[in-house]
């Protein structure tokens, strides 16, 4: 089954800490995206790239940083600048089409709490 | 820049009932406009998308939305509620600059009464 895998589910930061949350796409899909989710707010766009070895900031990159090496592949870092890290993080990946009207697949997320 | 507003953070339905929920949109060319649903702990699976064709979409598990341009919405409607229903579920419109960006709701959490 294609799908988007992200692991891991949970994770735990330290103070001063950057860790990265992996996302796997075969679903063939040039573009990809990383959303943060907070309660009441929305999904929130971090980064997002269109295709191999280019990407894009979102709206709330600060204390984030990414890469795009390999077309399935979409790690996101979150830096010991993020300052408030704690939330619920989404990958998400669509196929190129006219205007944007490819919808965007989505995987079951991973949960950053800080210790 | 593209935006969605959806109002009342939680709606609350009881089982057999109309579940309706609003979207609003804002752009300055015809969007492209999606719902999704999102369980406790999962990602966003999508339930339908307008994308030009009909105004009146369907999507799964009973859902369906209706595109209105002169009203700038596009509301998700299910006949009626059941138990399994209960989740939140967003709006979202593509942005027009070719980037394939989505712009979401800030969502709406459905309890349904049983």
């Not at chain 1, 979409?74 to 704690?86: D, I």
Request: charged share 15%; glycine share 10%; with cysteine.
């Amino acid at each position: 089954d294609g799908g988007i895998t992200q692991s891991p589910k949970y994770l735990f930061r330290k103070e001063g800490q950057n860790v990265t949350l992996s996302c796997e796409q075969n679903l063939n899909h040039d573009a990809m995206y990383w959303y943060r989710q907070d309660p009441g707010q929305g999904l929130r766009l971090i980064y997002y790239s269109q295709i191999v070895n280019d990407f894009q900031k979102g709206d709330i990159a600060e204390g984030y940083s990414v890469s795009r090496e390999k077309k399935e592949s979409f790690p996101l870092t979150v830096t010991s600048a993020q300052k408030n890290p704690t939330a619920f993080y989404l990958c998400a990946s669509s196929g190129y089409g006219s205007g944007g009207n490819q919808p965007q697949h989505f995987g079951d997320g991973t949960r950053l709490s800080i210790l | 820049a593209q935006s969605v507003t959806q109002l009342g953070s939680h709606v609350s339905v009881s089982e057999g009932a109309l579940v309706l929920l609003r979207c609003n949109y804002s752009s300055s060319v015809p969007p492209y406009l999606f719902w999704y649903v999102q369980y406790p702990n999962q990602g966003l699976q999508l339930l339908l998308k307008y994308t030009s064709a009909a105004t009146l979409v369907k999507g799964i598990n009973g859902f369906e939305a209706e595109f209105k341009k002169s009203e700038t919405s596009f509301h998700l409607t299910k006949p009626s509620a059941h138990m399994s229903d209960a989740a939140e579920y967003f709006c979202a419109v593509s942005d027009t600059g070719g980037n394939n960006r989505l712009a979401f709701g800030k969502g709406n959490q459905v309890v349904v009464i049983p």
